[in-house]
């Protein structure tokens, strides 16, 4: 059973908006959460990661969200370029990944 | 940089195949996975190593095995291939140590089955 799940398969969004992807999770035993990005051909690379004792995490554009009652994570994007289209993971520390989510921003 | 390299990007097989996938990590990560990539699934653990010679069964191990003989070096093993295990296959590594430890992947190698 996987113990962390992204419900949605695909986002679309212009370019210069927000992307939010969103992802929830089973184990409240997790020390910390990553996300992943990949481009097709390509292995994923990291993109972030957030640990379970705090609610946020930036990097640049790159923001993650952590709510712990409510067992969801989510990734924002601000603003979304045409780069960022890609597909992205979440991923526990047990190194299990959701099914992803696959981001498409438009020009 | 770490590197991790696959030994095929594309590979095709017949059924019934005994098919290796190898994996090459030049960073002496101590971790290493194996994941097959199929669409609406996601990733999926087939198999890890924690240290030379010591293996676990991920989560859809069935069909496969795996060898580690060398710390950089990580096979996955189809015994006698199946058209469905034709997938994309991701080889990962990662250190053991506190805190997060991302993963680096390979560029991932197709297989098909036929």
Known sequence: DQQVKQNSPSLSVQEGRISILNCDYTNSMFDYFLWYKKYPAEGPTFLISISSIKDKNEDGRFTVFLNKSAKHLSLHIVPSQPGDSAVYFCAGNDMRFGAGTRLTVKP | ?114
């Open chain 2, 1 to 114: 940089d770490v590197k991790v390299t696959q030994s095929s990007r594309y590979l095709v097989k017949r059924t019934g195949e005994k098919v290796f996938l190898e994996c090459v990590q030049d960073m002496d990560h101590e971790n290493m996975f194996w994941y097959r990539q199929d669409p609406g699934l996601g990733l999926r653990l087939i198999y890890f190593s924690y240290d030379v010679k010591m293996k676990e069964k991920g989560d859809i191990p069935e069909g496969y095995s795996v060898s580690r003989e060398k710390k950089e070096r990580f096979s996955l093993i189809l015994e006698s291939a199946s058209t469905n295990q034709t997938s994309m296959y991701l080889c990962a590594s990662t250190l053991t140590g506190q805190g997060y430890n991302e993963q680096f992947f390979g560029p991932g190698t197709r297989l098909t089955v036929l």
